[in-house]
């Protein structure tokens, strides 16, 4: 949350400096690795940052001081400061979406991700691996029972599809935390266009909670053969960047991961910050920014339990993932 200050603040050229404050420096006169520790970027990307969603935030004002901001751990922001602030700076990076996450569709954007699933271990024609992950809220005022997911916890419910990089091509964040992932991929644009045939070759891995589909491969629910618990053991071992993808992403923005408590909004905007996060998160990804995880951020499993059995009238995507199972 004090990124999304740093930003409002920078954009608007309005940081306030009192006598009260320990350190009187412009923030841009910290080191890299100071803003890295702190906002997850350096300098340099900052300033695009601010560049470009200068439009959005700047406004006019006749007061010298228009807000005391400084950012949480050098002033002590105020909750209400930070949330009147929050929603032009969300506004701002949601509109940049489409630039940095987008679902490959085309051949030409597939072909990159392909060869590096398959270099993973193996698994041909890849071009995404899903999952969903769960962000913490506090109970909401309408339809509180409809987010409380299966560990009893008020959540949103969030689709990822990755690449094999981490990088984010798809995120849908509008769902409470009882709705079952399957449901969300069924609803979501990417789930609806794969379904009518928009991908011709290629296919996602989803784990045993998804239905198969000819564009969706799972496990085997009851591997039997040799060849079809290989089969399981390289789907597994590829499709696990889409847990290490939303560990990186948890870990970097520390508000979506339960271990820094709930999310303190309601749901529309926690939806909002996910996806403001997801933009950020691969503005990162594409600059190649590290983070340095604990082992426990390191994966974020949010395993199902609910599996499907084998479809048996999808008769298709049975033979494809036979198919994939004899290749392999």
């Known amino acids: 949350m004090a990124f999304l200050a740093l930003l ?61 901001r400084e950012l949480a751990d050098r002033s002590g922001i105020s909750q209400p400061s930070l949330s009147s602030m929050m929603s032009g700076v969300l506004s701002g990076i949601i509109k940049l979406t489409g630039r940095y996450i987008r679902f490959p569709y085309t051949l030409s954007e597939q ?5 590096q699933f398959a270099a993973v271990a193996g698994f041909p024609n890849v071009i ?17 029972a409809a987010f409380i997911n299966r560990k009893q916890i008020h959540s949103i419910n969030v689709q990822v599809i990755c690449d094999a990089t981490m990088t984010l091509t798809n995120v849908v964040a509008r769902w409470p935390g009882s709705t079952h992932d399957s449901f969300i991929l069924r609803n979501s644009s990417v789930g609806t266009r794969l379904e009518n045939g928009a991908v011709r070759d290629g296919w996602l891995l989803g784990y045993s909670g998804y239905p198969l589909k000819r564009w969706l491969l799972t496990p085997f629910p009851n591997p039997q053969s040799t060849e079809e618990r290989r089969y399981n053991d390289v789907h597994t071992l590829t499709r696990s ?36 996060c997801a933009v950020l998160h691969n503005m990162a ?25 084998p479809d048996a009238r999808n008769i298709q995507a049975v033979r494809l993932r036979e198919d994939v199972m004899r290749r392999l």
């Open 285 to 309: 990804q594409q600059n190649g920014l590290p983070l340095i995880m604990t082992d426990q951020q390191a994966n974020d499993p949010e395993p199902d339990p609910h599996v499907y059995p």
């Open 128 to 144: 995404g691996a899903i999952d969903c992950t769960h962000v913490a809220i506090r109970a909401p005022s309408q339809n509180e």
């Open 8 to 68: 409002e603040d920078l954009a608007s050229r309005q940081i306030r400096r009192q006598r009260i404050f320990r350190d009187h420096e412009d923030f841009f006169a910290s080191d890299d690795d100071w803003l890295m520790s702190r906002f997850r970027f350096p300098r340099a990307i900052l300033l695009t940052l601010c560049a470009e969603l200068g439009p959005d935030l700047e406004r006019p004002t006749l007061r010298n001081r228009a807000i005391p």
């Open 241 to 276: 960047v889409v847990e290490r993808t939303i560990g990186l992403l948890k870990g970097r923005w520390r508000c979506l991961d339960a271990s820094g408590g709930r999310l303190l909004y309601n749901p529309e905007k926690v939806c909002r910050i996910v996806r403001a």
């Open 111 to 115: 072909a990159d991700i392909k060869v």
